[in-house]
């Protein structure tokens, strides 16, 4: 027998091959039945009933007393026990989350008749089994928290999350934000691109949410957090809602003066002018017992005033200025029972997007903005579990989801030359980048076997095998009708002039510098194409012995391989750009601003990547209440289209040119009136597909993490669980661009790659306000090395490290007895060197604390019920200041450069680690909500009153760095002239409103 039963173990973990991976959506209710004895009760009829749950779902006790119920939606739960002979056990609200094991043990008392017992507990709080961190929302902790009603909001209430989560920004227990695989109903919604959240499903729709920032099982696939969204259903009963929320300016309570906005130099600080978010959601069933349905519309409408810097230097004046903006969600989702044994849903989400202002700035002239127009993303999935057996259950799973993202801009600037001040960092009169026409698409399919073995090796086992598939697609459409872009330095046109303090061209680099993009003046003019896939294989294996002891174990296996598509252009084929690129083709032996074509360019990057997950946990006293938890993890990054994305021909490009004036009429001329040169160090990109495969390193594949949790989760009281947690991570090999030398076969990079091309140079740089002046040695490349034309390649940077420890406070009280309260305390450090890859001045004090860490982090939120029933509810934070340290750009005299035979150009070098010094922190932000409830006939309505920044706190960010340019009269001396970053003690942004919203709700 356990030959056999070993057999199938080896077919299981063969069939990683077969079977596959999605993340549970769904919790356990386990446990063991004994008599009053204490002995195991075999052969126990267990059924569990929910108004989530469509039908019931039953097991019978094994010969140790124990039982399990599986793929139960989050909801609240009855249990019933039943045995001849015995008392009949009915256990009431017990409650499940996502991705949860309940453990229900229970006692039956002989008797001769038959007869109920119903026990009254409290559900259990701490999972005995599972070794991940997490933490789940409910859908009453979504409703009730004053977190606007935003996903990227609730990551804030997350231990160990940092800043705002978002594609580019923030950190997850020193993690970057683009490790977060993101999962809606089981199906991927990560973006092919960024691996950012491609879609996100309507607020209201959502059931729970449950986010796992460590000791991910190896079910979960690349990534080191996970956030794991399920939706609603609908049920037997109807049910639905409808709510709104505005506020409006005159709720917008400004917490400056004007004559105090006047004195800083500062308009109004950005708030809503108006906000509207309105949403209706109706549920039920279709049969019931057999069909369910949940749908809902969601409409956002706002216009948000945009702060600005006046600054009138550039003939224009920069004044405050509208953004209004639109969004339209619809969702629905079917769930039915087919059978007994079978359960399917399908789930359709999307939005609408309008805004008419995209990345404004409060240095950037609205002229100089885009425009959104009808974007729109969706997606459709569906989900078939398969419960094979009592004990052997397979999801199926698949989804589509398809984004649209035109970012225009605004017609009547569309002609006009952009401008952009180098030094101050001021944009007007136009776009200065490009349009994007983007359409980014990923398609998957997975399955998932779960198998309960008892009684096996002297325990009870949860194997389970799986495989993903997901495909993934980026076209980017590119367009820009004038390519001109002008820099300024410090408002004069003449940026060399002004940068070196001259008043004739530079030797080197002439008079001015201006960039011009090389895509047509069209949609549809340029494109190309990025597509890759990834399959995933997991094999894993909870292993519990005498119902306390339970081992985790698993690992899984990633396979990428990306490609470059297919790439076209017309280029820009009249005008100063293409007459500029005319001059350029003898040499390069091709116009970068003309048109071409490239075919598609397979196997860019294709490697795979093993990821073992191991975890324990002991259920300390046997009561269910006390877990001791240790894990070590790898996780693999996912591996974006941008990560290989240097394979895609330069259909749009800007590339920087040194301009000689030569008439002296104070614009650019076409070239012959003026004269024209590359910036040194500018690279063209040849639509050549040899050229383009070997910008990207075949050996390139994803950074990873290891980490190591230690943790005891113990529950305090009843519903009030307690957790204190130590989490370690250190992540290497970096993607980065690195300087290769292709006639060589070396990186130079770094000094002892290539000692022979950079050349040290000591100098004292002076000091300012409170920053001493300090020696510095810094690298500057000779003649004789390829920086003029250099050529960087994608690769890893094996020097690159990422080292996070953090010491959590976590506890968490579940809504009773009218209260409810969460937060955490987190001690921790956060370590980061990038690596390298263009000189070796990123090694000098390079390693420092990466710019998401803060050693203190507070965060609290809860609910309360007041007399005559008022609810009030509020979410708290406060944390360190952010880190940073002082830099410097160097150049070198002119002389020093001859003699020593140096390239004459600046180098930039930190003086002192990052972290050195910090920005004020602590300053606590305090979120409220009071709300009033009525019972209706028919529902039951609510008003209710949210206060952001209810402290009335005033916050302000000044250039802390002094930054800037060190010009030193020669070698190891302190004169010389400096001058100091534009920004340097000026204020950069202040933030400083009390914003009220009112809102109402009517559900039923």
């Known amino acids: 027998m356990k030959r056999g039963l070993l057999a199938g173990w080896l077919i299981l973990l063969l069939l990683g091959t077969v079977f596959g991976q999605v993340a549970r959506q769904t919790g356990v ?32 006790t094994a010969a140790d007393g124990s039982y399990r119920c599986p793929t139960l939606p989050p909801g609240t739960y009855t249990l019933v026990a039943e045995l001849e002979g015995f008392k009949t056990v009915r256990r009431e609200n017990i409650i499940v989350h996502v991705g949860m094991i309940v453990t229900i043990n229970l006692q039956m008392e002989p008797s001769a008749i038959k007869e109920e017992v119903v026990v009254t507990a409290t559900a259990p709080t701490v999972d005995v089994q599972s070794v991940k961190l997490s933490t789940t929302a409910t859908s009453q902790v979504l409703q009730r928290l004053p977190i606007n009603r935003s996903l990227v909001s609730l990551w804030n209430t997350i231990p160990g999350a940092v800043g705002t989560i978002t594609t580019y920004s923030g950190s997850v227990h020193g993690a970057y934000a683009t490790t977060v695989t993101y999962e809606i109903d089981g199906v991927n919604a990560n973006c092919p691109t960024t691996n950012g959240p491609l879609i996100t499903p309507q607020y209201d729709a959502i059931e729970e949410v449950e986010i796992v920032t460590g000791g991910l099982p190896a079910q979960v696939s690349v990534g080191a957090s996970f956030m794991n969204i399920v939706t609603k259903s609908g049920g037997n009963k109807f049910s639905g809602m409808v709510q709104a929320f505005y506020t409006h300016q005159k709720l917008n309570e400004i917490l400056f003066n004007d004559d105090q906005l006047k004195a800083m130099g500062f308009g109004k600080p950005s708030f809503d002018k108006y906000n509207l978010d309105t949403s209706f959601q109706l549920g039920g069933p279709i049969i019931r017992d057999k069909i369910w349905f949940f749908g809902g519309l969601r409409y956002q409408g706002s216009n948000r005033l945009i702060d600005t810097l006046p600054d009138a230097r550039y003939g224009i004046t920069y004044t405050s200025y509208d953004n209004p903006a639109t969004t339209i969600s619809p969702f629905l989702k079917i769930t039915t029972q087919l059978s007994r044994t079978l359960r399917f849903f399908t789930m359709l989400t999307g939005d609408i997007i309008n805004r008419e202002h995209y ?42 989801v398809n984004r649209w993202f035109p970012i225009e801009d605004r017609d009547e600037y569309a002609n006009n030359i952009a401008y952009q001040d180098y030094y101050t960092g001021y944009i007007w009169n136009g776009i200065h980048t490009w349009q994007s ?35 993934g697609f980026d076209r980017y459409g590119y367009a820009r009708v004038n390519p001109l872009t002008w820099h300024y330095y410090n408002g004069s046109p003449y940026y060399y002039r002004a940068y070196y303090g001259l008043t004739g061209p530079h030797p080197i680099y002439g008079d001015g510098r201006i960039s011009l993009t090389n895509c047509g003046p069209n949609e549809g003019d340029s494109w190309k194409d990025l597509l890759e896939y990834r399959i995933g294989l997991y094999v894993q294996d909870a292993f519990t012995i005498q119902n306390r002891l339970t081992m985790n174990l698993g690992v899984r296996y990633d396979y990428y391989n990306g490609w470059g598509g297919k790439a076209k252009t017309t280029g820009y084929p009249t005008g100063l750009a293409f007459a500029i690129g005319q001059t350029l083709e003898p040499t390069l032996g091709f116009n970068p601003f003309g048109p071409f074509e490239v075919p598609p360019i397979k196997d860019v990057m294709k490697f795979g990547v093993i990821q073992p997950r191991i975890g324990v946990t002991y259920d300390l006293f046997g009561t269910g209440k006390t877990a001791v938890k240790f894990a070590v993890s790898r996780y693999a990054e996912a591996m974006p289209v941008m990560w290989f994305s240097a394979v895609s021909p330069a259909v749009m490009a800007q590339y920087n040119f040194c301009w000689w004036d030569l008439n002296n009429n104070g614009q650019p001329d076409m070239p012959g009136v003026d004269k024209y040169a590359p910036v040194p160090g500018t690279v063209f990109s040849r639509p050549d597909v040899e050229y383009l495969k070997s910008t990207v390193d075949p050996k390139k594949k994803s950074p990873t993490y290891w980490e190591i949790i230690a943790s005891i989760n113990h529950e305090l009281l009843p519903n009030f669980a307690v957790q204190v947690q130590y989490i370690f991570r250190r992540a290497y090999n970096y993607h980065g661009s690195a300087l290769y030398d292709k006639a060589t076969g070396r990186f130079w990079y770094k000094l002892e790659q290539a000692p022979e091309w950079w050349v040290p140079f000591r100098t004292i740089v002076p000091a300012i306000g409170n920053y001493p002046q300090k020696e510095i040695t810094v690298y500057f490349p000779t003649n004789n090395s390829p920086w003029a034309s250099p050529f960087y390649l994608q690769t890893n940077l094996p020097d690159s490290k990422r080292v996070y420890n953090a010491l959590e406070l976590v506890f968490n009280k579940r809504y009773t007895h009218g209260w409810a309260l969460g937060g955490s305390v987190v001690f921790s450090r956060l370590m980061y060197f990038g690596g390298g890859g263009y000189t070796p001045n990123e090694y000098t004090n390079g390693y420092g604390r990466a710019s998401e860490d803060r050693p203190v982090v507070i ?22 200041g952010a880190p940073y340290a002082r830099s410097v750009s160097v150049v070198p005299p002119a002389d020093w450069c001859a003699k020593n035979n140096v390239f004459q150009t600046s180098m930039s070098v930190l003086l002192e680690p990052n972290g050195s010094r910090r920005t004020p922190g602590f300053i606590p932000d305090l979120d409220l909500r009071l709300e009033k409830e009525f019972p209706l006939p028919f529902g039951r309505i609510s008003f209710f009153v949210d206060i952001y920044n209810a402290l009335g706190q005033r916050s302000f960010s000044f250039g802390y760095n002094p930054g800037g340019t060190w010009r030193p009269t020669a070698e190891g001396v302190a004169t010389g002239t400096y001058t100091a970053s534009y920004d340097y003690g000026r204020l950069t942004s202040m933030s400083g409103v009390r914003t009220y919203k009112v809102s109402f709700r009517y559900s039923f």
């Open 359 to 400: 990345d404004p700035g409060s240095r950037r002239a609205k002229e100089s903005t885009f425009t959104l127009k009808n974007n729109w993303v969706g997606t459709v999935t569906g989900n078939l579990t398969w419960i094979a057996t009592p004990n052997t259950f397979i999801d199926f799973r698949g989804g589509y």
């Open 29 to 60: 209710i386990r446990g063991v039945i004994t008599d009053p004895e204490g002995a195991p009760l075999p052969g126990v009829t267990v059924t569990v009933t929910s108004p989530a749950l469509i039908g019931q779902i039953s097991d019978v």
């Open 437 to 471: 026409f983007i359409t980014r698409r990923t398609i998957q399919g997975s399955i998932r076997l779960t198998h309960f073995q008892d009684n096996y090796l002297g325990g009870n086992h949860e194997f389970g095998a799986g495989v993903e598939y997901v495909h």
């Open 859 to 880: 965060k609290l939120y809860g609910t309360v019920e007041l007399p005559y029933k008022f609810i009030a509810s509020f979410f708290f934070t406060e944390s360190s």
